[in-house]
């Protein structure tokens, strides 16, 4: 009889022999700070003892597979990364697949290996990534060249397929109706920097702003949250020539809402306010916010579909699917001539 060759350590079996959790193994790999420095050695003595690379479980996705997807995204806790689960979940049944999925709380090269580590014990089939970050297409395009493998919202041109929305179309058409409403300059509330959707929707706010031949005002730094949206909105309400703003996303939008409202500045009559996104919120605004509508549930479904055309395949291959985004107008925007001058 011959003897079965063992098995390569994972990060599970790191994480028991350190009698620690697999998101604490995680953050070890991650350099993150917040583990205490007696943790950090327990993990790193397991990992010494067990011989364990991050790197070796990833290789074994090309050897086995199975009926199960693999989906790695931002905590739960980031709107934006749930969008595209439920065309990814709905559209993965239809054709007998699972989606399992591994979250991240930070993106690095370090936190991509430890989610693809956890996702190869299952031998997923092959893997849509939902971390729309220059370190996460990084970390991806590294990986083994068999395994099939989709980004959302990843940056094209590294020999990966992707599935996007058209982000700069989305800010040029937010920034084309304000200034069609006849307002001088549009201002602007970014999101993360390092997201790629941060850049592209600069990009065509900017353009637009260009195009009408208007200077673009310096962008306010944001974090995608509410809250941050409420301190750029207090900046912004000590602007004089303020009239229009565009958000990085309906998050933001609510935050500058509150805290021009807290300053005196009605929207739309003093100021209008456009988002970006449209998930089941913004129609409720007070007022109802005029936004960027995102398909995510169309680029979700086809970003299974184009990670099955590889699994039938055998084979990883670039492809770039991109979906068009939808101005949704309603009463947080208005012709400038019923504004502040």
Not at 50 to 56: D, F, V
Request: hydrophobic share 40%; net charge neutral.
């Amino acid at each position: 009889m011959s003897a079965e060759r063992p098995r390569s350590p994972s990060i599970n079996d790191v994480a028991e022999l350190a009698n620690v959790s697999y998101q604490t193994v995680s953050r070890v790999l991650n350099n993150h700070p917040n583990v205490k420095a007696s943790t950090r050695a327990k993990v790193q003595a397991a990992i010494d003892q067990l011989g364990y690379s991050p790197n070796s479980a990833a290789r074994t996705l090309v050897t086995g597979r199975s009926r199960i997807l693999g989906v790695i995204t931002l905590d739960v806790d980031n709107v934006d990364g749930l969008p595209p689960m439920y065309g990814i979940e709905r559209r993965a049944r239809d054709h007998g697949y699972f989606v399992s999925t591994a979250t991240l709380d930070r993106v690095t090269r370090a936190s991509m290996r430890a989610a693809v580590d956890q996702l190869a014990e299952q031998r997923v089939a092959g893997m849509v990534v939902i971390v729309p970050t220059e370190a996460a297409s990084d970390a991806m395009a590294s990986l083994p060249p068999g395994l099939p493998l989709v980004l959302i919202e990843g940056e094209p041109g590294r020999g990966i397929a992707t599935a996007a929305v058209d982000q700069q179309a989305g800010a040029r058409r937010a920034t084309e109706h304000l200034l069609e409403l006849g307002h001088e300059t549009v201002f602007h509330v970014r999101g993360l920097s390092d997201w790629m959707q941060t850049q592209d929707r600069i990009s065509g706010w900017r353009g637009a702003l260009a195009a009408a031949g208007r200077e673009a005002p310096m962008p306010l730094a944001g974090d995608w949250t509410a809250r941050s949206g409420y301190e750029a909105g207090l900046m912004l309400a000590r602007i004089p020539e303020l009239t229009a703003v565009f958000a990085g996303n309906d998050d933001m939008a609510l935050g500058i809402l509150l805290a021009l409202s807290e300053r005196g500045l009605r929207v739309p009559e003093d100021v209008s306010v456009v988002g970006f996104d449209d998930g089941t919120a913004p129609g409720y605004y007070n007022p109802p916010l005029t936004t960027v509508r995102q398909d995510f549930t169309t680029v979700g479904r086809r970003a299974i579909e184009m990670l099955l055309e590889q699994i039938a395949h055998g084979t990883r291959y670039e492809e770039r699917f991109v979906s068009e985004p939808e101005l949704i107008v309603r009463k947080s925007t208005a012709p400038v001539r019923a504004q502040r001058r």
